[in-house]
């Protein structure tokens, strides 16, 4: 039976705590592949808490992929493939250590869908404008009003470090973030740093915007196809890559969430060859609706083979453009020789405030409130599924992540049905179908239909409209 002393957990909750040590012990073989953890009841006993402590401990290391369950047998540890990583990337860290020097007082491309000003989007305009009346009424004028350095502001970028410390588990020095205008020209930049003569491959279905920002830098692109575990490490060794850009926590648009198992087999590629990197773009890792969110893969790298970017995008609004990516030391050197000369693209006004969002706590009562509203939306759609499909020829997947869920329905079983009554709904949603490179759409499920919808707006209003749509025979065509 696994023995833990729950004396030493610290300020991390039971169920965090039992979840860590399971974990590492997988990592570091204590537990080896295969081998059948207690059952909850039993295990609960064993330490004496509550058997929801094991099952909510048990649940985070199933969606991470370090255990797998087998129905009516229990939960068995994965098989882990060797790779250089760190087993707590945080462990041991004061919480406040993370400032630096002196204190200073984010195709044919796909059709952005969701820019309407929304419930959400409104909070987020308001939210800003307060912190940019704040800046400006009481933050040294020459602070906000003198050109930041290349890299940012210093303040910025230790509230980056420690906001990430706390969501992601990831020890970052704020010497190794970079502030940009946008993802978009951080990627521009990237292909600046690495080199527009490397292969860069990417997730197909992805983010098509992504593949023509490479192929106007110059650059060869390669399409990676993916299978349950996420990106096919296969089909990625055979295309020649030297960079790949991903999106492990929650891919876009499938949801789907990369194995742990798969992330280290990822890394031991990067690690394989010098100049190789993953790109890791964590682009809405905040929204987690069940359960701890996934650990960044930069969280686990210790080969520096990870290149972390993230926006703030999702959480506030795409029209601020202000992204930020986590450099390996060897890169950021790299980018003081060959590009320290520019001025960053983020006026200091802009990321002054943005700091005191982050400093204030104001940022994590608003992502909170924003996930509150989404998991009451995810619940709503996902009974209205249920209700309106009782034979389950439409389900919902990957909703536990992000700002989107999967709509999956057999093809002629009730997909046509439920994408007319979303449009009737005026309920935005993408055809998964649309966002294959291939231009034959080989690559497209054939037995599927796959819808793409974000719900962290969808109100009782609209989800009720939707139910009409479905229930109350008004699908007839016009």
Known sequence: MLDYNLENRGEASLYEYVYQQIRDDIVAGRIAAGEHLPSKRAFAS???ISVITIENAYSQLLAEGYICSMPRRGYYACELPDAPVLASAAE?????AVSVGPIVHDVNGQVERFDALSPSALEAARLWQSA???TLASEDEREIFSP???QGTARLRRAIARHLRGIRGMNVDPNNIVIGAGAQLLDTMLVQLLGADKVYAVEDPGYLRLTRIYQAMGCQV??????????DLSALQKTGADVLHLMPSHQYPTGLVTSIAR???????????PDRYLIEDDFDCEFRLAGKPIPALASIDAAQSVIYTNTFSKSLSSALRLAYMVLPDELME??????GFYASSVSSVDQVALARLLESGDYERHVNRVRVRAREARDGLTALVRKAFPAGEVSIEHADAGLYCIVVAERGMGGSTFARALTRSSIPF???GDCFWCADGASVPENSTQILVQYDDLSPKVLTTLELQLMGGTLQPK
Request: without cysteine; neutral net charge; proline residues 5%.
């Open 46 to 48: 064993h330490l004496g």
């Open 132 to 134: 940019l009346r704040a």
């Open 148 to 150: 930041a350095p290349a």
């Open 263 to 273: 992330r280290y087999a990822l890394l031991s590629w990067a690690a394989e060859q």
């Open 334 to 339: 790299r980018f003081r020789r060959n590009l």
């Open 430 to 432: 993408i055809d998964i």
């Open 222 to 231: 390669r399409h990676i196809p993916l299978d349950d575990d996420g990106v």
């Open 92 to 96: 041991g860290i004061d919480r406040d």
